[in-house]
């Protein structure tokens, strides 16, 4: 689909990519710093001129080389506005390069929250869903679950809604993206009402927390253990609604 106006959009040469932990990195030819849905259509009409290859960075956080290329990267920094808070349905649409950080300050003025959050927030909405982040809860699902809609940008300039009615198929693959159909634009997750935990830990060895693990999941909505490598030290934490 060509787009209806001229290619205006600049990116930067020479910008060094790094992962958060400095494990992997790439040398992109150009690198983007959009702040609107039509720069970056200026970026992928750019690409297909020049036949390059665009990859997406959210938070840059994961520890693999997943968001690494040499062609064309879009950092979506500038794209993180919220878009729409629904008290009643409990459900909040962001730009796909909100940190949860940010998010998670709004949804607190909405007395909302997210119902599971990995264990750190300094991420994008499009990065954790992306790769599947989860956390921990025997009756919890990964992040993407709690995805109920999203839209994504195609390479041929289409945009296109998914969510369980429309387009249902490609919603599914689309929650978890792997940062390789398209660019997601915005993203509307489910909430639930804003709740406060209770963390209790506690120390024990890594052969009794394996013995008892069904116990520590029943007994614990937020269950994890630390386990010490090389040792038998594990440090059990438990963390539960409380109205204290
Ligand atoms: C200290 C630390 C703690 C962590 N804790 C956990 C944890 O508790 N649980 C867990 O499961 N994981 C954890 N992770 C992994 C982290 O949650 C994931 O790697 C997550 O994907 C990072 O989000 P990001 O915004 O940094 O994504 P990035 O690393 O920037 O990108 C991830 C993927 O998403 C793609 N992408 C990003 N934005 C878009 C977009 N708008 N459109 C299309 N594709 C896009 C990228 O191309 C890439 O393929 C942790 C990582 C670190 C460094």
């Not at 990995?118 to 991420?123: D, K, M």
């Not at 209790?200 to 630390?226: C, G, I, M």
């Amino acid at each position: 689909i060509p787009i209806p106006f001229p290619i205006q959009v600049h990116g930067k040469a020479g910008v060094k990519f790094r992962n958060w932990a400095g494990t992997y990195g790439s040398s992109p030819e150009l690198y983007f710093q959009p702040s609107s849905v039509q720069e970056i259509q200026e970026i992928l009409e750019l690409a297909r001129q020049r036949r390059r290859r665009v990859k997406v960075v959210g938070g840059g956080h994961s520890p693999s080389d997943i968001a690494c290329s040499e062609d064309f990267m879009i950092h979506m920094g500038k794209i993180n506005r919220i878009l729409r808070v629904d008290k009643e349905k409990l459900q909040v649409t962001v730009e796909a390069g909100i940190l949860l950080s940010e998010l998670n300050r709004e949804l607190d003025k909405h007395g909302m929250a997210l119902e599971n959050l990995g264990a750190v927030s300094e991420v994008t909405a499009a990065g954790v869903i992306g790769t599947g982040t989860h956390n921990t809860g025997i009756d919890l699902g990964i992040l993407p679950t709690q995805v109920v809609a999203l839209s994504l940008l195609l390479a041929s300039g289409e945009i296109l809604e998914c969510s369980e009615s429309v387009n249902p198929e490609l919603f599914q693959a689309a929650r978890l993206h792997l940062g390789s159909l398209g660019i997601v634009l915005s993203v509307t997750f489910r909430c639930v009402p804003e709740f406060r935990l209770l963390e209790v830990a506690f120390p024990s060895t890594l052969s009794q927390v394996l013995d008892e693990l069904e116990e520590h999941l029943r007994r614990s909505r937020y269950f994890r253990f630390l386990w010490f490598p090389h040792t038998e030290n594990v440090r059990i934490i438990y963390q539960d609604p409380t109205s204290q």
